[in-house]
């Protein structure tokens, strides 16, 4: 597994398809499975820290060419901006 950490996208996703698959065949022994399941984990995990940095890159790009800061809605400036727009809670009056 240490040697794929620096793999693309794509080959390392194909791994993680082809160690689902495996998972989904059955016939194999508990170990077998929780090895397959950690090294699959691994593998996802990867593939979303690639797929983070490409948006990351990507969005960079947006903002070098648009001259504008891209907030993203998983960013705390999103999430700042949006409880800022929100109108407060009204006292409840009996």
Excluded: H, W
């Excluded at 996802?44 to 820290?49: N, P, V």
């Excluded at 690639?50 to 990351?56: I, K, M, N, P, V």
């Excluded at 969005?59 to 999430?79: H, I, K, M, N, W």
């Amino acid at each position: 597994m240490g040697s794929k950490i620096n793999e693309g996208f794509e080959v390392l996703y194909r791994e993680l398809e082809s160690t689902i698959a495996k998972l989904e065949e059955g016939n194999l022994t508990l170990e077998e499975s929780i090895s397959l399941y950690e090294g699959g984990m691994k593998l996802a995990q990867k593939c979303r820290e690639l797929l983070r940095d490409a948006d990351l890159r990507i969005t960079r790009l947006q903002e070098a060419f648009s001259g504008d800061p891209v907030v993203r809605e998983d960013t705390p400036e999103y999430t700042s901006a949006a409880a800022a727009n929100e109108p407060e809670d009204e006292p409840l009056t009996e």
